[in-house]
């Protein structure tokens, strides 16, 4: 099968948020595509995320990676926090995530970017595995900390 990788657009917004749809689901969300594509809309719109995109030779939807840029003041460089990745069922194993983790690296490569922050779950033993087999390492020595502000 023949992926390619594209930086999607205004004009990807359809099928980007039917991925992102798909994505919120697999995270215990109700199903909007509404609201999803709004969300996706308004991040390529107001130029607030990269999203990378995964399609086969037909135009069909794989897959996608969605980064938001960070600055750290110790390094005085920008970073990419890698916040989304996802394959649809039936291309996982093809190598669809690994394609996109690569532009995502050839992104922060290209931005001189200090480097791409992520996280996942500790039972997503797949997800690591591909992270740990493209040269990330596990963080040690810091806790993660969020104010929720969802209930106020």
Partial sequence: MNI?????????IEGVSELFNLYRMFYKQETNLSLASDFISERIGNSESIIFVAQNEAGDYLGFTQLYPIFSSVSAKKSWVLNDLFVIKNARGLGVAKKLMIAARTLALETNANGIALETSEDNDN???LYESLGYEKSNGV????LSLAST
């Fill in 4 to 12: 390619s990788v594209t930086k999607a657009t205004l004009a990807n």
């Fill in 127 to 129: 997800a690591q595995a």
């Fill in 143 to 146: 806790y993660h900390y969020f």
